[in-house]
């Protein structure tokens, strides 16, 4: 599936997914923007996993001090860049986000919302492992899937995507429990509440689960803080 998005769905195309939106499916991107936004701290250095042409890392750059997205799209990559010339703090790097290839905690959080879990087709706690060990003890990883609320607005969203061609068309039969099938092989499938918080146990870590705007679900993982709790530090 992440060929799926180097080799269809990416640059212009991509773009295009946004710009069809209804109002409603806008207003969920925009809530998980500015619910990020209301999580960071002034100045910090922030890491976008799944950023494809950058859309979100221009909002992000209005607090952060270094804003980095990571894709493995060279196309979509190629047409964010020049809409980020005049931000010298944001860049984009092609690298894949379950083998990222950053020190260990070189940022204060990491960032993978609207579903991008669903978009790399990898071990959702591969991911969620080099989140955490590329941001700092203390720091912020972000992941995001959608509310199962808002599955009539998801589902209508990706009808009219297929409608414009950008995606096959939904195959009825197996589009259900969360997941959207098209019958080209495009899939796009939820994390749920439980599931994230089952993840961040595999991977050793505490999360806190919230709710945002009835359309989507953020798993929210303090790198560090399960051991402080072991220990009895907080």
């Not at 960071?40 to 859309?55: D, F, H, K």
């Amino acid at each position: 599936m992440a060929r799926y998005y180097q080799e269809r769905l990416s640059a212009k195309r991509l773009e295009r997914v946004y710009e069809v939106a209804p109002p409603r499916v806008k207003q969920y991107l925009n809530a998980e923007i500015d619910h990020v936004l209301g999580r960071l701290a002034s100045g910090a250095a922030v890491l976008e996993l799944g950023c494809g042409y950058g859309r979100v890392i221009e909002p992000l750059a209005r607090a952060a001090g270094l804003v980095c997205g990571v894709d493995t799209s060279l196309e979509s990559l190629a047409y964010g860049r020049p809409a980020l010339e005049r931000l010298p703090h944001c860049h984009l790097v092609r690298m894949d986000a379950a083998r990222l290839a950053f020190r260990d905690g070189a940022f204060d959080c990491t960032v993978c919302i609207q579903n991008g879990i669903s978009a790399f087709h990898a071990d959702p706690r591969e991911l969620m492992r080099e989140s955490i060990r590329v941001t700092r003890q203390g720091g912020l990883v972000l992941f995001s899937s959608y509310s199962d609320a808002f599955w009539d607005h998801r589902l209508e969203w990706f009808e009219l995507q297929a409608r414009e061609g950008l995606i096959g068309p939904i195959d009825r039969e197996k589009t259900r429990d969360g997941r959207i099938v098209c019958t080209d092989g495009f899939t796009a499938t939820t994390v749920n509440g439980p599931r994230f918080a089952r993840l961040a146990r595999d991977v050793g870590a505490s999360a806190r689960i919230v709710e945002v705007d009835s359309s989507s679900i953020f798993c929210e993982i303090v790198p560090g803080e399960r051991e402080r709790r072991e220990k009895g530090v907080i």
